[in-house]
């Protein structure tokens, strides 16, 4: 963990873009640090990363070793909502393939959108490289196409298993991705690039309810296997059928590989994620009254952007507030906002008369048209509402997106911003600064929430 130590400062710098975003604070303002992981530099390029994890993976024979000759390879990758720097580390993992006697021909790409939109060619090319996909056939998930899918039964906790088609007919399954701290798995990689990444809109909703309660619906830096969402994801992707071979990276948070985590999807990611709580969690010296998380390195719209909210939650005393500055280079992405939703206000208002017990059956009630996944959603971010306040600026979004959502309160004036939240919390807050806050997550995530008075 790194940060400035106690300080009284009155203003602080984010990173913003290829700029910075300087805010003023109220003078009196504490501030306990700027936390941030450590700064990790990586020991050579990503290509030469990948060949040395490539050439020794956990769990697994390596790739180049194997008889693949007649045999097709399904290459799966994340999409360009995620930093996950692909085109670096592509042609190593396609050269331990052709090695193995795959054909070019016979080695497919398919980009795990999960429920998101689909990729243009110009984004798949910036994801995997021009040079890299030129010649092999690529595709986009659809987590709404029947036709695309095929059952596959269901799981031991009742989520109806629908994959991608094109994954039970190629011979091997190559995931291309990264672990990072995640809000529902505690770390991201492994089995969630195929679910899920490429899973059924009602498994993907199915999926996303496990283990969601008052008291845990932040998972975030939990070990793997307390996670019921990702016990339950692996058992649903294993159902494919087809063996899996993983390529995770870790990241630094200057989205620059550090590490390759290579092999089994079980064992590898495991080992990354020990890496990423190591490089990733940091802790703050007590709770604060304010939280200012920025959303880099997902900046790319609000449903990236907000993670940072969730990783740095725990940071924040109940009752206090929590900025969020998300640049959100492509506004909303795909987001949706309700047609009728209740002012911030009068939503919180109404979230302490039902108390977090009866926040799930309030949702079911609303939002009971809505797809599992989206009630999930708006669970998630009523519990984080009951908590605390959330602050949101950004200069993308269309000035009414907070009013939209009823969630959050959103401000494009930085100094309206801190005067109404000084106005909330004091003259005298301790405020806690992540500068990154896309990927640093703060302990104390493996705790039951405490509802605010």
């Known amino acids: 963990m790194h940060y400035s130590g106690l300080k009284m400062a009155n203003r602080i710098e984010l990173p913003w873009g290829a700029g910075r975003l300087s805010l003023d604070l109220p003078p009196r303002w504490r501030v306990l640090g700027e936390f941030t992981p450590p700064d990790l530099a990586p020991a050579t390029d990503a290509e030469t990363l990948c060949r040395a994890s490539l050439a020794r993976p956990i769990a697994a024979a390596p790739l180049a070793d194997r008889d693949l000759a007649g045999k097709r390879v399904l290459i799966v990758a994340d999409d360009v909502s995620r930093p996950t720097p692909v085109a670096q580390f592509f042609r190593p993992v396609r050269d331990a393939l052709l090695a193995a006697g795959a054909r070019r021909d016979d080695i497919e790409i398919l980009f795990a959108l999960g429920v998101h939109r689909p990729m243009t060619e110009a984004e798949a090319q910036h994801k995997i490289g021009p040079e890299n996909l030129s010649g092999h056939r690529w595709h986009n998930h659809n987590a709404f196409d029947r036709q695309a899918l095929v059952e596959r039964g ?44 490429c899973a059924g809109a009602v498994t993907i909703g199915h999926n996303h309810t496990q283990g969601a309660s008052h008291r845990a619906y932040n998972y975030v830096g939990i070990r793997p296997d307390d996670s019921p969402m990702r016990l339950d994801l692996e058992e649903a992707a294993a159902r494919c059928g087809r063996e899996v071979f993983i390529i995770n990276a870790a990241l630094n948070h200057d989205v620059q590989p550090v590490r390759f985590f290579c092999g089994d999807p079980l064992a590898a990611q495991r080992a990354g994620a020990d890496f990423v709580r190591e490089h990733t969690e940091v802790e703050t010296p007590e709770p604060a009254d304010v939280v200012i998380t920025n959303s880099a390195p997902f ?153 605010a008075s």
């Not at 031991?156 to 088609?165: D, E, I, M, Y």
């Open 299 to 451: 900046d790319a719209d609000l449903r990236q952007g907000m993670k940072c909210v969730g990783n740095t939650f725990f940071a924040a005393r109940p009752g206090g507030v929590i900025i969020a500055a998300a640049r959100c280079d492509e506004g909303r992405g795909d987001m949706p906002t309700p047609p009728v939703t209740l002012p911030y206000g009068a939503m919180r208002g109404l979230m302490h008369l039902i108390g977090p017990q009866r926040i799930m059956g309030f949702v079911n009630v609303v939002k009971r048209f809505d797809p599992i996944e989206q009630k999930f959603l708006t669970h998630f971010g009523l519990q984080m509402l009951h908590r605390n306040h959330i602050y949101l600026y950004s200069e993308a979004l269309e000035p009414d997106t907070g009013r939209k959502l009823g969630l959050i309160r959103q401000f494009q004036d930085l100094r309206r911003l801190l005067a109404d939240a000084s106005a909330r919390v004091g003259e005298s807050a301790a405020v806690a600064v992540f500068p990154k806050g896309g990927v640093t997550y703060t302990r104390g995530a493996q705790a039951s929430l405490v509802p």
């Open 154 to 197: 269901v799981t031991s906790r009742g989520t109806p298993v629908w994959l991608n088609r094109l994954l039970t007919e190629f011979d091997l399954i190559v995931a291309l991705g990264a672990i990072e701290p995640h809000l529902l798995l505690g770390f991201s990689g492994g089995y969630k690039m195929l679910v899920p990444g």
